[in-house]
């Protein structure tokens, strides 16, 4: 077995085992608190259908009903903050992966993508691959939205499942973004390249890097010397990536055990039908996109997917594309992706080319509205699809961003927010699905730009 294939192989393997782990403590320790949580969010939403019947808020039932509720709400958060910190071992594990992925990426990023761009040249050179890259990413989203779109109509899972339904003024926790122009050029534009890369900010370093690997360029000789150093410096993070990597098996196991613990798996035979007609329209967009990937990449499509296998298993079970940047780059390069294309256009794709998050969107928003028994118009459907389009550009890295996305937007269709309470339990696993389709998608995005330049040489290994 490979050195590739044996991580591979214990990644999956610790997939399973963090499974059967979570399911004992779910079963033998964390059964407890799981219950006291269930049982005061049902008798909060007794309480609450109690105290709406009063109409005198200043009565003493009404009083007391409020002071009850106040209490059960008080031993949920006791019980959660008893099962958080019993979980804490396990979550470490996956935090600090995350934390040592974090730490390789901004940097990463800016020493790849400078000698990329200076290697490129001429600044005419990177408006052409700039240009491919937004007609792609563009084009995917379109199809990644629209099929959502389409899916949710014919499932219809809203209607079919009569879950019941928050109240509609109910806080779900989800600081609602509107979209704005300013906030979406501050995402783009770096005040402080220093604090970009201290905040991850992707996107600011990748345009920093630009002007960076144009100017260097432009200095001819001189420029050598800066190329050599950043070349050198890229070489010595990638190394550091493989002693990372060796680490993600342990984080898989954690990760996977404290959601299963956490969650249980009646959740899923609360919401089976849902995640399974999510995961299902998941699995026709990798269908898709492989498809139109076959239709510029031939067989070789195939061989990248084989490649992926890494990092879509980190990704999918930490719940994290960015955890599966550093193996992502490595494997395309390995496929035959020319450097200078892969680290321009893979930290792209981590701000605009969010295939799975953007098919959740469409899919969770008319979900939403199905199941509070809203009709919209094929044109409102159409409008929400263009909306959801938009102010997912500005919001990357924001965490629950999908959540935080789809708040903002059904508020503009009369659609209650409290809705989102429907899918909040539920979200860390369909974000694991999210993400594993991120990547999918910004691999095959890389590949068909990387042929579109004719810069696809042979695989290597």
Known sequence: ???NNRLTFFIFLALVLGIILGYILNINSFGTYNNKILSSDALVKNIDIRRDGIKDTTSVQYVQLSSQKKAVLTIKKENEKIREEKLEPLTLLSDIFLRLIKMIIAPLVFTTLVVGV???GDIKAVGRIGGKTMLWFLSASVLSLFLGLIMVNIFRPGEAMH????????????QKTAFSAKDFIAHIVPKSMIEAMANNEILQIVVFSLFFGVATAAIGEKGKKVIEFFDAIAHVILKMTGYVMNFAPFAVFGAMAAIVAKQGLSVLSTYALFIGEFYSSMLMLWLLLIMIGYLVLKGRIFNLMNRMKEPVLVAFSTASSEAAYPKTMLQLERFGCKDKIVSFVLPLGYSFNLDGSMLYMTFASLFIAQSYGIHLSVQQQITMMFI?????KGIAGVPRAALVVISGTIASFNIPEAGLALLIGIDPLLDMGRSATNVIGNSIATAVVSKWEGELTEAQD
Request: aromatic share 0%; glycine share 4%; proline share 9%.
């Open 1 to 3: 077995m490979s050195k």
């Open 118 to 120: 200076a290697k490129v």
């Open 163 to 174: 879950l019941p339904l928050p109240e509609s003024h109910a806080d779900t926790g989800i």
């Open 388 to 392: 959801l389009m938009l102010t997912s």
